[in-house]
């Protein structure tokens, strides 16, 4: 069935490191992804989005890579900074679907 | 715009109380979500609306009901609130599907406990 996973619960980076979060999917019919970030207490808010028919899609220190041969997605997060802590989710869907698919999120935190 | 607001921010039931959690729009957006997020956990797909006057069950109905007579509204409805119940809910829009950007928008949160 459809799912969306993520392959690491907690991630804990050094401040001034890169942070890489990953996250598999099953779906091949997924064609748009997205990545949220859920702080404490907050609800969950965009961060970026990519389409299948990309690869590689950067925002401000933040890059989403898409492997479709793998089912892959991953978020690199540049120069990690105490206001990165969160929950990070990976969510997927396709254009005709009402539904968003969420993965089970990961934890980063980030060392001083 | 305020996006997507909610209230009430935390309530307390007992076992057995109802009550409906507030959720409106201001972007105008056709598609909207109520999730459910116990804690340390993902989001679960409650109850989702395509536009007003339909409404389609997401992957956790049960003890829920929702309505949508306008596109800003879409309120969640506990009849007969369980302890299974305690939990954060989250409401959120979204534009039209297939559109430069599908994403959605989420408010900011009803943290409910049933005791």
């Known amino acids: 069935g459809e799912s969306v996973g993520l392959h690491l619960p907690t991630l804990s980076v050094q401040e001034g490191d890169n942070s890489i979060i990953n996250c598999a999917y099953s779906n091949s019919a997924s064609d748009y992804f997205i990545w949220y970030k859920q702080e404490s207490g907050k609800g969950p808010q965009f961060i970026i989005d990519?389409?299948?028919?990309?690869d590689k899609r950067q925002g401000q220190r933040v890059t989403v890579l898409l492997n479709k041969t793998v089912k892959h997605l991953s978020l690199q997060i540049a120069a990690t900074q105490p206001g990165d802590s969160a929950v990070y989710f990976c969510a997927e869907t396709y254009s005709s679907a009402s539904k968003i698919i969420f993965g089970s999120g990961t934890r980063l935190s980030i060392r001083p | 715009n305020a996006g997507v607001t909610q209230t009430p921010k935390f309530r307390i039931l007992k076992i057995g109380q109802s009550m409906t959690l507030q959720c409106t729009q201001d972007?105008?957006?056709?598609?909207m979500y109520w999730y459910r997020q116990d804690p340390g956990m993902g989001l679960k797909l409650i109850y989702y609306?395509?536009?007003?006057?339909?409404?389609d069950k997401g992957e956790v109905p049960n003890g829920y009901n929702v309505s949508r007579s306008t596109t800003e509204d879409f309120p969640l409805r506990l009849e007969l609130a369980a302890p299974s119940q305690t939990s954060v809910y989250f409401c959120?829009?979204?534009?039209?599907?297939?559109?430069?950007?599908?994403?959605?928008?989420f408010g900011p949160g009803t943290r409910l406990t049933v005791l």
């Open positions: 990519i389409r299948s028919n990309m």
């Open positions: 972007m105008n957006h056709n598609y």
């Open positions: 609306s395509v536009g007003a006057g339909i409404t």
């Open positions: 959120a829009s979204r534009r039209l599907a297939g559109g430069p950007e599908d994403t959605q928008y």
